[in-house]
């Protein structure tokens, strides 16, 4: 029989949500390596020409892939267009939402905010409601009850994170919120996080977004022909795959309710390809330590405090056999989770507001 | 007060932290060599804008990158939605005077 734990509420309006809150884990003080403030300076530098080169590439092969497979529509060969299109819509919008939400992205702010609202449209997350909902993610990284973007909450619900992978979840939670906002209406949970005075806007941009997807549905009917579709909407279903596959790695299988980004978040080495899609977000035990160190910078950051560091999974395979198992274990224990061990050089980690003591276990498997 | 000496602020655009009892405060460097001075903490949450990046009359808060300009005390880009508390400043026989009153 399988122990008996505490189930968690993951609710930001629910019991965890007040215990968090009571424990201090809420808006807690979280560990930093630290780093020379000269350093820190040069390494926060921002700069437009890298994410101006990223993003005339990014529309550049949206444009040529969107091009292609209007042009083979009704053929095989439209099938790879629409493969590298989808990616590119589906899963690459993701990181320029996440990096020019930051602000981080280009060193001039009009460019973040024009970039975001084109990729928080692409990717189906209200603007405004994404904006807050972020940064209490980077406030309560994982704390049960305040964080709004736990990946994989526990126990780990299998069918739904299979289904991410074409986005059917979250596109089908996307639409409906969306038409919820556009008819006025703002949930308990979104008032939790989102200021009075910003909730008008919330309401605003949902109003939008549903005429230009009315325009698109209208389009396809009065084509007969789902081809509309498929270049706007659909393609945060049949693109969404990579985002999910770099976007599980982040957090999952990895200690809850901790105030140490080392036991909670991942670094994984990725190829150029992956890296280029994610903006550089496979550092991410570095960007949620640093978060005003923009997506260029990171692998600089990386070399810079990687003493202090787990070690990064060497690739996302190794990502994958090390979550998966936990993932499967935490069925049955949801207080499992994977302890990395910390190099010789790290200070330790930081655990003294933990709410209980977890089963955890180290790299080598001793429980730790 | 005395918050710090001329010199302890080594850059231009740059912004240092300064304790005085249970008060925190960011004395700033701009560009063009003028000092300033506003609380220390974000209005947002408790973040120690010391720790920051100072760009032109901005400063950006380390935790989630709300902006404010430190000259005004102006909130400026979410999620910061209050203004900062601003101090007047006086620089006297090298040192870098505010006024917390």
Redesign the interface.
Known sequence: MAPAYAKRDYSLVGPNAQSAVASGLA?A?WYHTDVPRKQ??DL???SDSAAIRDTLIWFGLLAACGAGSIVYWGTWWCVPFFFAYGVLYGSASDSRWHECG???AF?T?WMNRAVYQVASFMIMRNPVTW??SH?RH??DTTVVGRDAEIGVMRPPDLVRLFLNFVGIVDAWNAMRDMVRNAVGNISPVERSFI?T??QPRVIRVARVWSALYVVVIGASLATHSILPLMLVGLPRLYGAWHMVMVGLLQHAGLAEDVTDHRLNTRTVLMNPVSRFLYWNMNYHVEHHM???VPYHALPRLHETIKDDLPAPNPSIIAGYREMIPALLKQLQYQDYYVRRALPPTAKPFREELHRAPDMGVNASGAVG | MVACAVGDIE?RE?VIRFDSGDRTFAIYRSADDEYFATDGYCT???AHLS???V?GDII?C????G?FNFKTGEAK???V?VNLNIYPVMISDGKVMIDVR
């Open positions: 808006a003080e820190m300076k926060m530098q921002r930051h602000g981080t060193r702010q904006r807050w940064a980077h406030t200021p005075t910003e640093f978060p005003m | 850059d740059d947002h949450e408790h720790d920051g990046l760009l950006e380390p935790k989630h990158n902006r880009a979410a999620p939605c």
